[in-house]
């Protein structure tokens, strides 16, 4: 109904472009205009001031041969105090983008090994910023910002790189467990010995106690059995050893303790042995 009247209204953050018998006229600003369509005026179009974005997937490659997709997103918009450049110098302005973009990109990252372009994807957005403020302030636009958003090398590089990593985190846990296993086996080897340290501590102990005991006992018969010597009670106590012996080795079914040679006789004979032994360390120097 208002252009009926010539009146027209263009929304905030956008701007149009009135033209009067096809020629350029004016930059019209957000509000209501008054458009004598009688008179040749019209509007040609209408430009968005707002901040776009294009995503661009650019296929190149790098210095050590590897296919890489690189995805960048560039965010532009139309300066206002140039709206009729950016109207009518560019007929398609996300090509023109494109277009420099891809220029830059393969020229950068073929100069890069594979894990150079992930480190310095920073620098490569740089650079086509840098590029496309250059070339499109001519045509009134504004780069406002550039990203790498991402680096997609070829699947099956990806695969291999995530198999090399893998090996690597491996080859570090097998390390870290060994190192484990040698703590617990030292540990292990410490605990051994302190064990057996004790072990020989109290088998020590146990026959100076029986040392002791029989000491005790040969002194105590002695005295009390007029006329028997050392040596008869001592045989007198190998044959009760003896005796006991033989009861727990054949309270035991199952036991196999075998005694050569065997029989009563062979009691003088662990006594005469075990004599010899204590006569052959007293007369050791």
């Avoid at 472009?17 to 458009?35: A, Q």
């Avoid at 790098?62 to 918009?77: E, L």
């Avoid at 206002?80 to 277009?99: G, H, P, R, T, W």
């Avoid at 099956?156 to 040698?182: G, P």
Wanted: aromatic share 8%; hydrophobic share 40%; glycine share 6%.
């Amino acid at each position: 109904m208002g252009q009926v009247f010539g009146c027209i209204q263009v929304d905030q953050s956008t701007v149009a472009i009135k033209e009067s018998f096809g020629k350029f006229d004016d930059v019209l600003d957000p509000g209501c205009h008054f458009l004598p369509w009688c008179l040749g005026s019209r509007v040609a179009g209408y430009l968005s001031l707002r901040v776009q974005q294009l995503d661009i997937r650019c296929e190149t490659k790098t210095k050590d041969n590897v296919f890489v997709t690189v995805v960048a997103s560039i965010q532009y918009k139309a300066m206002s105090d140039k709206a009729v450049d950016a109207f009518y110098k560019l007929s398609n302005k996300k090509e023109q983008i494109q277009s420099y973009v891809f220029d830059v990109i393969r020229a950068s990252v073929p100069k890069l090994n594979l894990d150079d372009v992930f480190e310095q994807k920073n620098d490569i957005a740089k650079s086509v910023e840098d590029e496309l403020e250059k070339a499109m302030s001519t045509y009134g636009y504004k780069i406002v910002q550039t990203l790498i958003v991402d680096i997609e090398p070829d699947v099956h590089v990806k695969r291999a790189m995530n198999e090399i990593n893998a090996a690597a985190r491996m080859r570090v846990a097998a390390n870290e467990k060994a190192e484990a296993e040698k703590i617990l086996q030292i540990k292990r080897a410490e605990g051994d010995a302190e064990s057996k340290y004790l072990a020989g501590l109290g088998m020590a102990r146990q026959r100076q106690a029986i040392v002791d005991g029989l000491r005790d006992s040969v002194l105590a018969f002695s005295g009390n059995v007029p006329g028997t010597t050392a040596k008869d009670v001592l045989d007198m106590i190998l044959v009760t050893q003896y005796f006991d012996t033989m009861k727990e080795i054949g309270a035991h079914s199952k036991s196999s303790a075998v005694f050569i040679p065997h029989g009563p006789g062979a009691v003088n004979d662990i006594a005469s042995q075990v004599r010899d032994g204590f006569l052959q360390a007293k007369t050791t120097p």
